[in-house]
């Protein structure tokens, strides 16, 4: 099966994607119900019946018990590990930390992790199942719809470092996604509409006519509404699933998927990866920036970044940098950010932009007086 068809229902309210990366295939499951369920979906993926369950201290206690319930039922012992919420647990400390308590529960190479969280939890979780004992499984349990429809799809785990975000990390494939779109009333608002940022984002680079879906069921999705949420988190994870399965670590068109994260990482940087700036509502405004510096260019059609910016307005995402912060941000500050982009290739910056809306490509020709003056028209300090 492709990876962008979807299977048989699992239950009559989920629907799954396959990954199609041969020996590494697995399925991602979408739907309600999920996790008081988990267990049947995990327990046949198990060598033995223990695990090590990785969480953070907000979901832990909104969600654990949930899980804990489900295996505790299915006779799967396990140990938790519950860290700090928020970005700052992406760090070479905490990660050091949590290898130590997993060889202290004597996590082996057969055994599952189950990374139940956000993206910081399946980033970090991720990232210590690759290097622990050289590579040990894990399972991701997204409970926000940023995870749900980006992070936990497709292998990419990192913490950051100093001088930027995911710089320092592997691929490692999970062996299970569950996507249980109930966990997502438990979330801020804001939350979803940072979320929400990344599903528009598979409509402006490949799918024209998911975007037009989504201009007319916007605050639907942003209302978690069960049948339109389903529907684009699924349609996410097709695209997500169908680009990974073709370019599996990043080497071509998988690049597409950072379309506005070259902007967004900048700014992440510079607001200190904290509350002012959540990573999706960065991703959001890097994408109006993505298609305003391509219609300025002459890539694009200036109606197709007018179009971006007024929906993504219309979500409640960030369209300039006055609404960032305190707004202060100087040039040079931002390309130097800018620079530490993982698409650098041989000292150029690679950007993903746009010739319309679903069709993103990667490109080297942005100068750098061309990015200059582009960022101080769009209110960049000089």
């Known amino acids: 099966m492709s990876a962008t068809q979807s299977s048989s229902a699992v239950t009559a309210d989920t629907q799954s994607v396959r990954v199609d990366l041969a020996a590494r295939a697995y399925d991602i499951h979408i739907g309600r119900g999920l996790l008081q369920n988990s267990a049947q979906h995990i327990v046949p993926l198990l060598k033995r019946p223990r695990v090590a369950i990785v969480t953070d201290t907000h979901v832990a206690a909104q969600h654990l018990p949930s899980l804990e319930k489900a295996l505790t039922e299915a006779k799967v012992t396990y140990e938790t590990v519950i860290i700090e919420a928020g970005e700052a647990s992406k760090s070479f400390a905490q990660l050091e930390a949590l290898c130590g308590q997993l060889i202290d529960f004597e996590i082996e190479r057969d055994d599952c992790i189950i990374a139940l969280g956000g993206g910081v939890i399946g980033d970090l979780t991720g990232f210590a199942a690759a290097i622990l004992r050289r590579g040990t499984r894990f399972i991701q349990i997204p409970t926000s719809l940023l995870a749900q429809v ?12 100093g001088q930027g975000k995911n710089l320092i990390g592997a691929f490692h494939q999970p062996d299970l996604v569950l996507a249980d779109t109930d966990v997502l009333a438990s979330l801020p608002h804001r939350q979803i509409v940072a979320g929400y940022a990344e599903i528009v984002k598979y409509g402006a680079l490949g799918n024209a006519d998911f975007f037009d879906w989504l201009d007319a069921n916007q605050q639907a999705v942003l ?160």
């Not at 980006?150 to 470092?161: E, R």
């Not at 800018?338 to 319309?356: N, P, S, V, Y």
């Open 150 to 161: 980006d992070s936990s799809i497709g292998g990419k785990t990192a913490i950051n470092a």
């Open 223 to 382: 209302a978690l509404e069960a049948g339109p949420v389903a529907h684009a988190v699924a349609e996410s994870c097709r695209a997500k699933a169908a680009i990974v399965a073709r370019d599996e670590r990043e080497s071509g068109e998988r690049a597409l998927l950072n379309l506005g994260h070259t902007f967004a990482h900048a700014f992440e940087k510079l607001t200190h990866y904290g509350d002012a700036l959540l990573h999706g509502e960065a991703v959001g405004f890097g994408m109006v920036l993505a298609f305003a510096l391509s219609a300025k260019r002459g890539d694009c059609a200036q109606t197709d970044a007018e179009r971006i910016k007024t929906h993504m307005q219309n979500a409640g995402l960030p369209i300039s940098m006055a609404q960032i912060g305190n707004g202060n941000f100087g040039v040079d500050a931002l390309i130097e950010a800018m620079r530490q982009d993982k698409k650098m290739q041989a000292g150029t910056m690679r950007f993903i932009l746009a010739r319309a809306i679903g069709d993103a490509f990667v490109t080297d020709t942005v100068t750098d007086d061309q990015l200059r003056s582009f960022l101080i028209a769009e209110g960049a300090q000089a």
